[in-house]
């Protein structure tokens, strides 16, 4: 899997250049710790040519890794599988599955920056997306200032991402989904969702705002098939004033999962809308 992030060249924040020495720290820390989250084999941050890295997990698979990425990334081609049999040389059992790469181009250089992961884990693109993202910001692409209202909806994002990858991690015992005649029961879905997205509503209670139950509005959701036996179920759930219970905005919270088995392929997706 290749995904490419395009930074809009008005975001660049030359002072966090300067400090090489804390963005590689903070880097390196970034994939010690989803590598560790997810059991990953490897997990690691490289500029095109590979010559400088950081990463996490077996160092001889990251440091072939931080060579192949941009190769790999490329798709196809003869040097994108000559680089495939290095890999399996040190992992003999490694497939095109295995691994997720993004590529982050940054403005005002030729080159791009590389983030990839290697392991079996379901939730490893998630990861790497979460250090795509978290490596855009220690390189200064992702300014805030004293000025600037933070983007709530991203925070609320990352916090239902990292909720994803910890039950992820933990066995979940659930039915699959039943059949009546036509309709799919995937009430299966209920507390895993609630429990996802509970740091979010935290998150929304200590800012002052009330959040309704998401699986109140069951009814009242719609669904969409988006490929591959996956399906959307989106609901809208209203964000109200503690005291008055006026209406303040909407969450909206898209569920990815399966009918004919309990499976969720990625996090939920939330976005907020505020009234007004």
């Known amino acids: ?15 966090r250049f300067r400090r090489s020495d ?14 560790e989250q997810l059991a990953l084999d490897a997990m690691i941050v490289a500029d095109a040519p590979g010559t400088r890295w950081v990463g996490a997990g077996d160092k001889t698979l990251c440091r072939l890794l931080s060579r192949s990425a ?68 220690i390189l200064g692409y992702d300014v805030r200032g004293p000025q600037v209202v933070p983007d709530a909806g991203r925070y609320l994002q990352e916090l239902t991402d990292y909720s994803f990858i910890e039950i992820a991690r933990t066995p979940v015992e659930a ?24 740091p979010a509503r935290k998150a ?5 705002a009330l959040v309704d139950g998401v699986w109140r509005g069951m009814f009242r959701s719609s669904e969409n098939a988006v490929g591959d036996g996956v399906y959307c179920r989106t609901f809208r759930v209203p964000v109200r004033e503690p005291r008055s219970r006026a209406r303040l905005g909407t969450l909206k919270v898209s569920l990815f999962h399966r009918h004919d088995r309990f499976e969720l392929p990625c996090p939920p997706q939330l976005e907020l809308e505020w009234l007004g």
């Open 22 to 35: 804390d963005i590689t720290r903070a880097l390196a820390y970034q994939c010690a710790f989803i590598q």
């Open 70 to 137: 941009a190769q790999i990334a490329d798709g196809g081609g003869t040097n994108a599988a000559l680089r495939m049999e290095a890999l399996r040389a040190i992992k003999s059992d490694l497939t095109n599955e295995h691994i997720t790469t993004f590529t982050i181009g940054l403005p005002g250089r030729r080159e791009p920056i590389y983030v990839a992961g290697v392991g079996g884990a379901g939730t490893r693109a998630t990861g790497v997306s979460s250090a795509a993202r978290g490596t855009r910001r």
């Open 204 to 208: 929304l209670e200590r800012s002052g």
């Open 175 to 198: 039915f699959d989904p039943s059949r009546f005649l036509f309709f799919w029961d995937d009430s299966v879905y209920r507390g895993t969702l609630e429990a996802m997205i509970t």
């Open 1 to 15: 899997m290749s995904i490419s992030l395009a930074l809009p060249a008005e975001t660049v924040v030359d002072r």
